[in-house]
């Protein structure tokens, strides 16, 4: 299945994919829908067909979106680090989030970097889960974009504050759910920025998958349906390039999972 | 002003301290309170007196829990760092929080540490908001223990791991409103452990203070209502013992700044 939140001519909705269109599932948003039913039933939910739909970000409010950082074995080398025998872990917002297909606004200024990543979408409650839980509460999986600003990241030792930045962080356009994506089994993730590739890695090669993390994170804190846990990016990112090389003003940021698709975001740098 | 959220044996409410009593205001929290009405008007809305009320987790859904952590010289010393140029910022959640008077339940064998803390409580919505601006927009005071499971944070480079435990960071007992407590002249932050004090530090020699810490971090995410930012200890933490000393099964960890209260929460420590 493919699930989305979508604005038609009627307005916002959550929403499935059948037979080549959108149609209506019953919730303001994919959010709401998690909250109040089951992912396996939305299927049998489908309502009214969505004329000239089109996804926007699919979770607007999930109660918590937790990133891990330092996930593949290439990026990891291009930071300097080792292997590591625990997921990194930080926090981004609701409010960090941002459309598939929206600009990124910041401040002219700023080192703002690409990070793309496959996001793994909560289908459960999950309280101290053991790996197998955690995967079975898998609700699906989508594309985001961790666009960081560098220079606010190294301020201090807690990459939170170069991480946190309102509507910097696209995600969608979509939510597949485990049926028709296998990440264990691999896909790869994507970032080009105007066009040139700068990042392809691939989902087998994570040090710590989607049900480790989610099992993880679920030790000290729990995961609610719609929650979201971005599991790291590959090797490529900007601060990596010599010289470093930052988003410009203009810059087109395409961030592709093949099976999910791709997120295709602006950036504005206004002062 | 004195704001709560109470339990009575009528239910919970938001709450109002006049005459010696706790009077009813028209939200089911504080939380809810705030983000519905302007602080400054709470006097004028409190309603019948509550019999038999007893203060509970002031702030059951913050939308945000921003921490700042080395913010006391002492502390900053006792962890071996630099004076910042830059607040160090981390992020907790709702489900962080615990009760004034709650039991902190954690697993036995974990490194658990106390951190006295001033929390301010934003009262207005903060965007790129000037210090001055800030400062306005500060809703009041309370007291807050950042209990940090010091393993796990130092388990990775990011804290998060060790400070976003669900129900170890207590909070309240009640908020007072600033023309009633002025942390920038100095209000004394203290921590006993089974009666032994282990912290005193006073916020008069905050490195960020109140207002300093919401223009900070309201220049990347938006501040809300209800949304709470601890603003660091002073130094005394277990870590910082010789040897290092964590709390046992048992221990009562009381956290206290004369002028708004005190909590008193007990370790249980499982298996």
């Known amino acids: 299945m493919r699930l989305a939140t979508v604005t038609s001519p009627g307005g916002t909705t959550a929403a499935i994919r059948r037979d080549g269109a959108w149609r209506a599932l019953p919730a303001p948003d994919l959010s709401a829908f998690l909250r ?3 992912v396996a039933g939305a299927a049998g ?3 009214a067909e969505l004329v000239d739909a089109v996804p926007v970000l699919p979770l607007p409010t999930p109660g918590k979106v937790v990133c891990c950082g330092l996930n593949y074995g290439d990026h990891i080398e291009e930071t300097g680090r080792e292997q590591p025998a625990y997921p990194t872990l930080f926090a981004k917002y609701a409010d960090t989030l941002l459309g598939p297909d929206a600009a990124i606004e910041l401040p002219a200024g700023v080192d703002a970097d690409w990070e793309a ?3 793994v979408v909560v289908g459960a409650t999950l309280r101290g889960a053991t790996v197998e839980q955690a ?3 898998i609700g699906g999986y989508t594309v985001a974009n961790d666009v ?3 220079d606010w990241q190294r301020r201090t030792l807690q ?3 170069g991480k946190a930045w309102d509507a910097t962080t696209p995600l969608g356009p979509v939510v597949v759910t485990p049926d028709e994506l296998d990440p264990e089994a691999g ?3 994507i970032c080009r920025v105007n066009g040139v590739e700068r990042q392809r890695g691939n989902t087998k090669t994570l040090v710590f998958d989607s049900a480790a993390l989610l099992s993880y994170v679920s030790t000290f804190t729990v995961l609610r349906p719609g929650d979201v846990v971005l599991t790291g990016t590959p090797g490529g990112v900007g601060m990596g390039m010599t010289p ?3 988003l410009a003003d203009g810059d087109v940021v395409e961030t592709e999972i093949p099976g999910i698709g791709t997120l295709t975001n602006t950036v504005h740098l206004t002062r």
């Open 159 to 161: 990459w939170f504050q």
């Open 148 to 150: 960081s600003i560098r």
């Open 135 to 137: 995967r079975a509460g």
């Open 36 to 38: 109040s039913h089951p």
């Open 45 to 47: 939910l489908a309502g």
């Open 117 to 119: 990543e496959l996001a």
């Open 244 to 246: 470093p090389t930052y």
């Open 187 to 189: 896909v790869d993730v």
